[in-house]
């Protein structure tokens, strides 16, 4: 089954009772049993819940996986995947990754004695130098948080394996309809669903996608237990959603593609960061292990952290918001917002300095989009 019928259809069948064609909400807390310990495959909407089984089933299918899990946001998802591991063990991270990610590893999982070495990893030669005998996940995001770095996905996955190590890979940035690491060897893949899986800025959720039976039981008991899942209307939100990720990413891309090249040519932009720029450092990694590009952009203005303040300030159609991969476009300044937890230093020192803007493109029309773009770098 091609993606964009498997998006339509997997997991969301007609419903037996009504013939209902869109999977119900099924707004419960419980299950009534015919006798103790006889269920009808349901006992408590923590431990399972119709509309979040039609959810994970097809958040399973898109990405290739045999087993999906929905959570309650995608740093749920993140939580949940780290309780795999357990006092004492190392993990080697993207220094590129999203700050709440940064934020959780350092400031929560630190205190409960797991180890974390952050580095480069669009060299794995960096990765190579951080593994010690205790080194037990590698935690990638690519495309990065900002940046955009490609990751070597099959590079990884062979060298995790020489090492014994567990690896998973945040998609949020690609999507499935771009990129499926599992295809890859990787273990597990986590999106945040708010972005590109919903793709209408109306809903908080999570996924982890996975195929090895003995790592989803591991990882379904602690959903189950830990109890981050999402409520049954934000599953049919994102459920709703899927139906046209396809036709959103195709229109997300082509807005992308055309904005990275006007911006490649503005006078008042420095450099520009997109992987399907042939310039960009990354673009022929990119080309060979994704079907497309995406739609965020990152790009260095030509001027001051008050210039990039104010550019971020003057848009009428990209609207100043954190969040990314909805239809209607936005613009953020990393280093002040999506990336404030990570310390100023540190944060500068990879790149993400005060001059430095993201954009996620939405699928507006392309002159509105540039048209507005190219009036706030005017007017800064």
């Not at 009534?32 to 269920?39: L, T, V």
């Not at 669009?122 to 990765?127: G, P």
Request: proline share 4%; hydrophobic share 40%.
């Amino acid at each position: 089954m091609r993606f964009e019928t498997a998006a339509i259809h997997v997991g969301q069948e007609p419903e037996e009772k009504t013939g209902a064609i869109v999977v119900p909400i099924f707004q419960t807390a419980t299950y009534a049993q015919p006798a103790i310990g006889q269920h009808k495959g349901y006992e408590y909407s923590r431990t399972h819940n119709p509309t979040r089984k039609a959810l994970e089933q097809c958040l399973a299918a898109l990405e290739g996986g045999k087993y999906g899990l929905g959570f309650a946001s995608g740093m749920a998802a993140i939580t949940t995947s780290m309780s795999l591991l357990k006092k004492g063990d190392h993990v080697i991270s993207s220094d590129d990754v999203y700050g709440g990610t940064y934020r959780v590893f350092e400031r929560i999982f630190r205190d409960f004695g797991l180890d974390f070495t952050f580095v480069d990893t669009s060299d794995l030669a960096n990765v190579v130098a951080a593994v010690k005998p205790n080194t037990r996940m590698l935690w990638l995001e690519t495309p990065t948080n900002p940046l955009l770095k490609v990751v070597d996905l099959r590079g990884a996955v062979e060298l995790a394996r020489k090492h014994n190590m567990m690896t998973v890979v945040d998609n949020t940035f690609a999507s499935p309809y771009f990129q499926r690491p599992l295809e890859f060897g990787i273990d597990i893949v986590v999106h945040s669903t708010t972005k590109f899986l919903g793709g209408h800025s109306d809903v908080v959720g999570g996924a982890a996608v996975l195929s090895d039976d003995k790592i989803f039981e591991r990882l379904s008991f602690a959903q189950n237990a830990m109890g981050a899942i999402p409520g049954p209307f934000d599953c049919w939100l994102v459920l709703r959603g899927l139906k046209t990720l396809a036709v959103r990413m195709r229109q997300h891309e082509a807005n992308a593609r055309a904005i990275a090249e006007f911006l490649h040519q503005h006078k008042r932009v420095q450099s520009v960061l997109y992987p399907g720029l042939p310039s960009f450092k990354y673009h022929e990694r990119a080309k060979k292990q994704m079907s497309g590009f995406g739609s965020l952009i990152s790009f260095y203005l030509d001027g001051s952290e008050s210039q990039a303040r104010k550019v971020c300030a003057a848009t009428k159609v990209f609207s100043l918001a954190e969040s990314l991969g909805g239809v209607e476009s936005l613009i953020e300044h990393p280093g002040l917002m999506t990336h404030a937890s990570i310390p100023t230093e540190l944060r500068e020192s990879r790149g993400i300095t005060g001059n430095f803007i993201r954009l996620s493109v939405g699928i507006e029309h392309i002159d509105d989009l540039i048209a507005d773009l190219d009036m706030a770098l005017k007017s800064a």
